[in-house]
């Protein structure tokens, strides 16, 4: 280490130039290559009946980045369907933006606002959204991917199952696909008529209940045609074509329990769909467990091999 009288004696230029012999002198190196996220807040992405619908997103940017694209991830926060808190996953956002994903959070009209199916069409206007602006938030439009949890889990399983049926959809920049390239289900609702699979829903089923609100303040088991409509095993057939999906569910979840995502893993699997499933041992609802860097490297693991095996969403 230089001494301090060694350093007195030096000029500036002198010094300058002996700092690459000094070990104590500590050297990083940008490569311009870095990335970080810019935060798009309240992105309106739709207003009906004057009601503004928003996304939070994130989108990656780097000193090198020039024209350069990213796959896009559209994330549904759970909510019961009711309103949602649309920050809540912000920082997680960030963390998979900084992997390279741009990423938006959808504000979905909650049930007190409109029932089912409005939720879907939701995420299917925000997918949409994503790939009319694609160059202003430099995505690439052929590589966007449907994720979310609870209540966002099935909301986005359902509007990607039903990407190739003109149902459950509206008009708006209808000129753009709503397809995906995959989807990640995080402890999803899929049959909202299992009474079991409810535990600390005290009033499943009925009027008042979350998935009563959803269609209308009825009573799912008195009205089936309606209810019905709502589970995803509905929408699984061989004939249809399905893109992959990632599954995860914990199994201590006593708020939708993983008997849900048990039953529609059977039901994709009896379909012969491409599908992954990870039971994540005493996860609660919600569990941090889920937004690891250990389950970020398989969620992100599981997009890039949908990104290598090529295909176009579109």
């Given at each position: 280490?230089?001494?301090?009288?060694?350093?007195?004696?030096?000029?500036?230029?002198?010094?300058k130039?002996?700092?690459?012999?000094?070990?104590?002198?500590?050297?990083?190196?940008?490569t311009?290559?870095?990335?970080?996220?810019?935060?798009?807040?309240?992105?309106c992405?739709?207003?009906?009946?004057?009601?503004?619908?928003t996304?939070?997103?994130?989108v990656?940017?780097?000193?090198?980045?020039g024209?350069?694209?990213?796959?896009?991830?559209?994330?549904v926060?759970g909510?019961?369907?009711?309103?949602?808190d649309q920050?809540?996953?912000?920082?997680?956002?960030?963390?998979?933006a900084?992997?390279?994903?741009?990423?938006?959070?959808?504000?979905?009209?909650?049930?007190d606002l409109?029932t089912?199916?409005a939720?879907?069409?939701?995420a299917?206007?925000?997918?949409r959204?994503l790939?009319?602006?694609?160059?202003?938030?430099?995505?690439?439009?052929?590589?966007?991917?449907?994720?979310?949890?609870?209540?966002?889990?099935?909301?986005?399983?359902?509007?990607?199952l039903?990407?190739d049926?003109?149902i459950?959809?509206?008009?708006?920049?209808k000129?753009?696909?709503?397809?995906?390239?995959?989807?990640?289900?995080?402890?999803?609702?899929?049959d909202?008529?299992?009474k079991?699979?409810?535990?600390?829903?005290?009033?499943?089923?009925?009027?008042?209940?979350p998935?009563g609100?959803?269609?209308g303040?009825?009573?799912?088991?008195?009205?089936?045609?309606?209810?019905?409509?709502?589970?995803?095993?509905?929408?699984?057939?061989?004939?249809?074509?399905?893109?992959?999906?990632l599954?995860m569910h914990?199994?201590?979840?006593?708020?939708?329990?993983?008997?849900?995502s048990?039953?529609?893993?059977?039901?994709?699997?009896?379909?012969?769909?491409?599908?992954?499933?990870?039971l994540?041992?005493?996860?609660?609802?919600?569990?941090?467990a889920?937004?690891?860097e250990?389950?970020?490297?398989?969620?992100?693991?599981?997009?890039?091999?949908?990104?290598e095996?090529?295909?176009?969403s579109?």
């Open positions: 280490m230089m001494r301090a009288d060694e350093i007195k004696n030096m000029d500036f230029e002198q010094f130039a002996a700092l690459n012999s000094m070990e104590e002198v500590k050297h990083l190196e940008a311009g290559n870095e990335v970080y996220g810019i935060y798009k807040h309240d992105v992405y739709v207003e009906r009946n004057g009601v503004k619908r996304l939070q997103m994130i990656p940017e780097s000193r090198n980045m024209e350069r694209t990213y796959p896009a991830i559209l994330y926060q909510s019961a369907w009711l309103q949602q920050y809540k996953r912000l920082g997680v956002m960030a963390r998979l900084q992997r390279g994903f741009v990423t938006a959070i959808l504000q979905y009209r909650e049930s409109a089912f199916p939720q879907i069409e939701d299917k206007t925000g997918i959204f790939r009319k602006h694609a160059q202003e938030y430099h995505i690439n439009p052929e590589e966007i991917f449907l994720m979310g949890d609870s209540s966002g889990g099935h909301t986005a399983m359902m509007a990607a039903t990407a049926e003109d459950l959809d509206t008009d708006v920049y000129e753009f696909s709503c397809k995906v390239k995959a989807i990640i289900d995080l402890y999803g609702v899929s909202i008529c299992q079991g699979d409810f535990p600390t829903t005290l009033n499943q089923g009925e009027p008042d209940s998935e609100k959803l269609i303040r009825k009573n799912v088991y008195e009205y089936p045609e309606i209810s019905n409509k709502v589970n995803c095993a509905n929408y699984v057939r061989k004939e249809v074509p399905t893109v992959p999906i599954m914990g199994t201590a979840d006593d708020m939708v329990s993983c008997n849900q048990i039953r529609l893993y059977k039901k994709l699997r009896e379909e012969e769909k491409d599908v992954t499933f990870y994540m041992k005493n996860a609660i609802h919600g569990d941090v889920f937004w690891t250990d389950t970020m490297d398989i969620i992100e693991s599981f997009i890039r091999k949908q990104l095996n090529g295909g176009n579109v």
